[in-house]
């Protein structure tokens, strides 16, 4: 986990959003030494507080050397009030916060010590500094400190994300192989079955379910790579997109005796977008819509052109003649949840990821007896 790279960019937007700049510490720096010669009290007041609450104190009774921490605080303490704010700085507040996750703490005490110093340092501010200068001093610190507590919110944001993560394509690469060798071998024995038996059905079904298994793994897999990798932004074409996913649903079998239909923008429609993603985003859209089709009436109806609502945008809908489904919108993008038989609940979760990658909107509208549509709105790519 400490591996990974201190997100430098981020953390100097944060710095930029909340206005720090030189100028500020420049105005703090002759009221520093008021801070830093208390960074002593400031570690027993700190540790105090924390001893106070029984699930800190036993992080505390915990040290292999008693008093490490209250050490370590008044050291923070000090750097934070000598400190230019540069991007060394900001890499020691992001290795502290990668720290306290993997010492499991909690990230709402951590949250509650930054309340806790900003009272400690307002407290000094009332006390020792002259009236005219008390606001701006703490508005300058306010803002330090706010920057703090995002910096340390990314670090656990992304690190719990990136542990989850891992445990997740971790289980999927494991359980790959052994649903292989299962699936090859059951069908093997439904092979050599006879047609009649009772056997040959069993088979059938352990085929299908094994069948869902890989599946589930496989998007499992596509899931995670997407939160992991930043699109490669491109001009792309979506007729050829669209119609690249129709071969690859044809191919597989999927929607057998569908009945797709295209109705493209007459000037054609270019999306600003990773081209892979968007596949990918087309690909489980239109596969879901197939199979969730009126068994009696198998349509698909895609149909592009700009987006009414903002000229930036364009708007592709994919509608079926399927029941709409009659869970909320926010369940249907929960991973692992479906409403088909052999569903693997990632194909909307999937997609979700993709058009939030890329800046987009993504809904789901029934048509009152007709079926459903999906609404997809992406940037649009000008020449
Ligand atoms: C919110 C303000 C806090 C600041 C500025 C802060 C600062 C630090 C710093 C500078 C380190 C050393 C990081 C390193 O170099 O490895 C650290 C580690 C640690 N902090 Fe905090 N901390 C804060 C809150 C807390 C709280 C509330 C607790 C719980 C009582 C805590 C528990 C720990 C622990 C257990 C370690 C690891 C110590 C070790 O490596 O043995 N921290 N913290």
């Given amino acids: ?70 050490k370590t605080w008044s050291l923070w303490f000090e750097t934070f009030f000598s400190a230019d704010f540069d991007d060394t700085f900001l890499s020691w507040l992001w290795k502290i916060g990668v720290r306290h996750v993997e010492v499991n703490l909690d990230q709402r005490f951590s949250n509650l010590g930054f309340a806790v110093i900003r009272q400690f340092c307002h407290g000094i501010v009332f006390k020792e500094l002259p009236l005219q200068q008390r606001g701006r001093v703490l508005s300058i610190i306010d803002k330090l400190l706010d920057l703090c507590v995002l910096v340390e919110t990314s670090a656990y944001i992304e690190n719990t994300i990136s542990c989850n993560i891992e445990v997740m394509r971790e289980m999927a690469d494991r359980v790959r192989n052994p649903a292989m060798i299962i699936g090859w071998n059951i069908k093997r024995l439904h092979d050599k079955a006879d047609a009649d038996s009772k056997e040959y059905r069993v088979y059938k079904m352990l085929m299908e379910e094994n069948e869902r298994l890989e599946g589930m793994v496989r998007d499992i897999k596509v899931y995670m790579d997407l939160f992991e990798t930043e699109p490669e932004i491109d001009t792309v074409n979506f007729e050829e997109i669209i119609n690249e996913v129709l071969l690859k649903l044809k191919e597989e079998g999927t929607g057998k005796g569908i009945q797709a239909e295209i109705s493209t923008h007459k000037e054609g429609i270019l999306l600003k977008g990773d081209k892979e993603e968007l596949t990918y985003l087309f690909y489980y859209l239109v596969q879901n819509s197939m199979e969730a089709a009126e068994p009696d009436n198998m349509r698909v109806v895609i149909k592009s052109g700009l987006d009414p609502d903002s000229p930036s945008y364009v708007r592709i809908e994919i509608f079926n003649t399927g029941e709409p489904p009659k869970e909320k919108t926010e369940q249907l993008f929960s991973p692992f949840f479906s409403t088909k038989v052999k569903g693997t609940g990632f194909g909307l979760p999937i997609a979700q990821v993709v058009v939030r990658k890329h800046l987009g909107r993504l809904d789901i509208k029934p048509m009152s007896g007709q079926g459903t549509n999906v609404i997809v709105s992406l940037p649009r790519a000008t020449l």
């Fill in 1 to 70: 986990m400490s591996d990974n790279v201190t997100p430098l960019h981020k953390l100097r937007i944060f710095k930029e959003q909340i206005g720090i700049d030189a100028a500020d510490l420049a105005e703090l720096a002759p009221f520093r030494h008021f801070f830093t010669e208390r960074k002593e009290e400031f570690g027993d007041y700190f540790y105090n507080v924390f001893w106070g609450i029984p699930a800190t104190r036993t992080i505390l009774e915990g040290e292999k050397t008693r008093g490490v921490l209250r």
